[in-house]
């Protein structure tokens, strides 16, 4: 069997709806694309644009929004939240427990949270649906907004998670299906939300991190409905859930400050756990080849490579394969490709490449020409594109010596990750989408 084919069953797997092989793989379902690791297998974007070369089309998104764009078939979807003139009552403002510290103040106004399909081909709108309209209860952070969790899909629902203010499945044409409202958050120093919503089969997980009454969640995803939920010795961490198979039992894998925990989906019960990362654990865990790599970096470094078949409290000699305690990411998540770990200090531009096995640096520490990251790199054909807060995109060949290929200037502010599908690019920066595409 080819490693194509192998790909291509992987990713069948992990829809509930009947879908052709194409449309898996010309897709990014997932904001670290279809196989959770920031790799395409498919894709074969451009290595060269600028603000009018190869820019397919650019669609106006109103409000702000960092979360990443996703795309199934011939729509690309997008989440967003506008502030709007109505301002609220003394009704609809929350009450502050002043036990928890902040660093933001709530709005005033209420914020529409829309939820935007638009048309691949064409960047047109096809449909905007207006998920909720609240006044938040808390602030956020200045590089942050309230739409930073990313949308998902199967194929079959849209689900979109704008934390607080609820939990969405739409139909691919926009028919709202069900909705749930999982209570309020309160985030670290009232910084802000990023609920992004993970697929798998029937089951549909949320990470749900904040200051006090930590869970994750797994929900039908038909009918939304809590499958289970498990309490978690977590402050808010802002990391996405992965799902790993291996040997006959499917993981959960969460990041976190006091523990990196492994579940397993089928009831919710804890199967290992690691420590040693740092506050803000927000970097989502990636997997390949039966062992978990999961990294911190805020006030610290800190990361672990884990073998998926430990049980237990993780030590060395005890399912921890390796440790690296240097450069790691705060803001980004790492990428995996080809047996690789890429991933930039803090939110810097230095960049460590990792030999994923062994935890051998590649490179370690080498300074980028960008400024900062808070989107996190992603790989297709060969190439590695990372994509810094001021809009320039670095497009590096892969391999143990990585070459500088293009540098790529937009002039707009980006902080989400970008998409790849086909022979398309997607860049959301603070109110546009571009569909980057080669003649």
């Known amino acids: ?7 291509v069953c992987f990713l069948l797997s992990l829809v509930t709806a009947p879908a052709d092989a194409q449309t898996i793989s010309e897709s990014w379902h997932h904001w670290r694309g279809p196989l959770a690791n920031g790799t395409s297998p498919k894709a074969d974007p451009p290595t060269n ?22 795309v199934w078939g011939d729509q690309v979807f997008v989440v967003t939240a506008v502030q709007t003139d109505r301002v609220g009552k003394a009704d609809d403002f929350a009450k502050i427990d002043p036990k928890f510290e902040r660093k933001t103040e709530p709005p005033t106004n209420y914020h529409d ?19 909720a309209s609240r006044v938040p209860h808390e602030g956020h952070h200045p590089t942050h907004s309230y739409a930073a969790g990313s949308p998902t899909t199967d194929g079959k629902r849209l689900y979109v998670s704008f934390g607080s203010f609820g ?8 028919k709202q299906l069900w909705s749930r409202d999982l209570g309020r958050m309160v985030t670290r120093l009232g910084w802000g939300e990023a609920v992004t919503p993970v697929i798998h089969g029937d089951s549909l997980l949320l990470n749900w991190d904040q200051e006090a009454n930590s869970k994750v969640f797994c929900l039908d995803a038909a009918t939304g409905k809590t499958k289970w939920e498990m309490p978690r010795e977590e402050k808010t961490s802002w990391n996405t859930p992965l799902v790993a198979e291996h040997k006959g039992t499917t993981q959960v894998i969460l990041n976190g400050t006091t523990r990196v925990r492994s579940y397993d989906l089928a009831t919710g019960k804890e199967l290992w756990t690691c420590a040693g990362m740092t506050v803000n654990a927000i970097p989502s865990p990636v997997v390949n080849e039966g062992v978990a790599y999961v990294l911190s970096g805020y006030r610290g470094a800190s990361g672990v490579a884990v073998s998926l078949d430990a049980r237990g409290e993780i030590s060395e000699g005890s399912g921890l394969v390796w ?32 030999e994923a096995k062994t935890g ?3 490179k370690e520490q080498e300074r980028l020409p960008a400024r900062s990251f808070y989107a996190s790199p992603v790989a297709a054909a060969g190439r590695v594109y990372f994509v810094d807060q001021d809009g320039t995109t670095l497009v590096y060949k892969e391999g143990d010596k990585p070459e500088l290929l293009e540098t790529n200037k937009l002039n707009e502010k980006i902080d989400a990750s970008p998409a790849l599908a086909g022979k398309q690019l997607f860049l959301r920066s603070h109110g546009k989408l571009y569909c980057i595409e080669g003649k």
């Open 167 to 174: 939990l969405y499945a739409y139909d691919l044409e926009g």
């Open 323 to 354: 440790k690296h305690a240097k450069g790691t990411p705060y803001v980004p998540s790492p990428l995996l490709s080809n047996g690789r770990l890429w991933f930039t200090a803090a939110n810097t531009n230095l960049l460590t490449i990792l």
């Open 49 to 70: 644009w600028d603000s009018k070369k190869n820019v397919r089309w650019v669609a106006e998104i109103p409000g702000k929004g960092s979360a990443t764009p996703i």
């Open 1 to 7: 069997m080819t490693r194509t084919f192998l790909i």
């Open 360 to 362: 051998k640096a590649i």
């Open 113 to 131: 949270f829309l939820v935007m399909s638009f048309d691949r081909q064409t960047g047109k709108l096809r449909w905007k649906h207006l998920a």
